[in-house]
């Protein structure tokens, strides 16, 4: 149970997990009672194959310090499908997920496009990583599987809670 008491330990049943502990990246708890520590961080490309002979690939780096430099990009083949952010709302990362939420510019080579479209964008850690992105809250593009996706090639770095 967390509680509110007035030591400011924001987790009872812990002993690890007090205002005097270290912050442990990605591991699912706020290890210093300090939301703002860590800095959510994601870097890194990956790719792979939402469909059999189809390639995606993703590009991102978004630092919650400085959303406006922050940065996703994204290419499907079979929809000939490119997107580019315009603006980072928000990244959030703990245990080794990350989400990421914004505005940007979708475009399909002959087809519609979704100019300051909003999309989510999930970065799974794990060996490998997976990915999942959704455009226009999937009315015009979501991943075509259920959950993340592995990569076959590329990483991605988080830091997080
Ligand atoms: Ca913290
Ligand atoms: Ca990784
Ligand atoms: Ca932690």
Known sequence: MKSGNCDGDCDD???AVNPGAAEINNNGLDDDCNPATPVNTVSGIGANQPLPGFNASIQVNVNEANLPEGMVKYR?????LTFTS???LSIYASGGT???TGMGNAVRTGGASCMGCPFTLIIVEGSPDSMSISINNGAYFKDPVSGTRDLTSGNFNQTGQ
Request: glycine letters at 0%; aromatic letters at 8%; proline letters at 0%.
């Open 98 to 100: 990350a989400t990421i």
């Open 76 to 80: 499907y083949s079979k929809e000939r």
């Open 13 to 15: 049943n812990n002993a």
């Open 86 to 88: 315009t603006t980072i």
